[in-house]
Structures are given as C-alpha cells and as structure tokens.
C-alpha cells in the first residue's frame, strides 16, 4: 500500500499560517503537521527525523515546508534543512516565509509582461520603485526585480539607513544591486517617482501609498502593480481586478497600466499550489525559493 503524504510545516513564529496550510490540504497532501517556534539550530535534527523515519519509497512521499516572516532566517533554515540531507533519504523543502516569496514572484511576473505587451520593454531596461520595500514582500519583491536586471530601490516610510541596511544586506547574499530610499512625505514620493519607470506598491494593507497627486509627476510611468486588496488601494486609481488598465491618475505618463491585487493573488494562488504539488510529483528532491518561484509565475502569468 502506498504510504500517505506528509507535509512538515517548520514555523519559528507562535502560529503557522493558516493559509499556507489550506493551500497545502488543498495542493493534495494528505497529513499536514505543523510546528512553532522552530529554532534554527532545530531544523537538523528534524530534517532527519523526517528523512530516516519512512524509509527510500517514504520519503518521495513526505515534504517540509518553511514558513515565517524573516527571509533571511528562512534561508537559513532551507540550507540547514538541505545539509541534513543523508542521500538517498531526501525530501523536498519549500521555503515560502510570510507567502513573501510566491507573492512577490507573482507580482513581479504579472508587472513584467504587462511591460513588455504595453511597451515592449524588459525589467533591465527600467528602474523600479518598491514601496512597503522593507517588509518580507518588499524585501522579495526586491530581489527578484534586480535579479532580473531592473534597477531596484527598497523604499522605507520612516528611516533611509533602515532601507539602505536591508539593501547592502541582501546584496550581499545573493548577489543582487539594491539600493535604498525613505519616502516620508508627498514631496519625497514626487521626487521619487519622477524617473521611475515601474512601481511595486507592498505596503502595509488599507493604506494609501501613492495619491493621485504624486502619480501625476510619474512622466516616466509604464507599470504600477499594488498588491494591497483592502480598500484604501495602495495606488490611488488601481482596482482590485486591474490587469494592464490605465492608470488614469498617471496623466503625465505615456500609456502607463496598472496590476490590481486580485490578478496578482490569481497568480500566486496557482503559483503556490503548482510548487506544492511539485513535491508530491518529483523523483528528485527540490529545494524551493522565490528562484524557482520566479521562474515558475512568470510561465503562470
């Protein structure tokens, strides 16, 4: 009889997310068991507790996912799962801390071919703007646009040397030119904005962000993508459902479009599942992070 499959949801926050374990019911396994309050230097021995406890066939049949809210720890905790691998006991790992990794592929996925349909450009030719940049989507979001060759800044609310920290720090690791800005006032967001050719809104949900007045100085504007669906938008004129809409608010801005948070969400919603079910389906175990998240939404959207 063929062994049940069992998802092992590593958490170092009190909770884990209750969307993350719907979504893994729902990707098709069969016995999910989640864990708080994983420390880092738990995950070895609980990888090979996984790994030794079902035997070669088993462990084509179990998965460990990673959750959170820090990237960086749950990195951390993906390269301490990867290193307790005794082959041929190996399980795939899935690191998606806060949905950071899935959201933000997702929204960078939909803002890029929204670029390249309405103004035949690439994510290299432009610069953009993220705002919330300093949050776990921010930071994600971040990456992969500059990783994609896009001249990327983590924009804070409060503190530029906040912005700048968590650039130089993840610059460092995985090799990406991230830059950092604050943006604490309407004439600090105008400035901003005025030569940015794309906007990534990941701010804080129900807040308004971008006014229709700062929108107005974008003369450089292609595409906005917001991923706040609780009323106030994030962006001032994008709607929920929004997909290559014009921004109407955009008035100085050629054909500048916009992405609403349901078509992102769309998007990471299957995007999440397709890598969940990943895990079920492979022979070779995978090892799981918004790269491959990336690459995976931009096929999606």
């Known amino acids: 009889m063929e062994k049940r499959s069992i998802l092992h949801m590593l958490d170092p926050m009190p909770n884990n997310s209750p969307f993350d374990i719907n979504m893994a019911m729902d990707a098709g396994f069969d016995v999910l068991m989640p864990y708080s309050n994983v420390k880092l230097d738990s995950i070895y021995r609980l990888t090979q507790d996984a790994i030794f406890s079902r035997g070669p066939t088993g462990v084509k049949r179990t998965g460990i996912f990673i959750g959170g809210r820090d990237l960086g720890l749950a990195m951390d905790m993906l390269d301490a799962s990867q290193q307790a691998m005794v082959p041929p006991f190996e399980v795939s790992v899935f690191a998606d801390p806060s949905g950071a990794f899935t959201t933000a592929a997702a929204l960078v996925a939909c803002v890029e071919k929204e670029l390249k349909s309405k103004h035949g450009k690439e994510l290299k030719d432009c610069t953009a703007l993220v705002f919330g940049g300093t949050g776990p989507v921010g930071i994600a ?14 924009v804070d609310h409060l503190l530029l040397e906040t912005a700048e920290d968590i650039a130089k720090a993840y610059n460092r690791r995985f090799g990406c030119t991230l830059k950092g800005a604050c943006a604490g006032s309407e004439a600090d967001k105008i400035e901003l904005v005025a030569t940015a050719d794309i906007i990534f809104c990941v701010a804080k949900a129900g807040v308004q962000v971008l006014s229709s007045a700062v929108l107005k100085e974008a003369r450089q504007l292609k595409v906005a993508g917001d991923v706040n669906a609780v009323p106030p938008m994030g962006i001032e004129g994008i709607k929920r459902s929004d997909l290559g809409v014009p921004l109407i608010y955009a008035t100085n801005a050629q054909g500048a ?35 491959e998240a990336f690459n995976k939404a931009r096929n999606i959207a």
């Open 141 to 154: 979001t971040g990456i992969i646009a500059s990783l994609a060759g896009a001249k990327t800044v983590l």
């Open 257 to 291: 479009v916009g992405v609403g948070a349901l078509a992102v969400g769309n998007v990471k919603y299957k995007l999440q599942n397709e890598m969940l079910k990943l895990m079920l389906e492979t022979d070779k175990p995978l090892y799981l992070d918004f790269r």
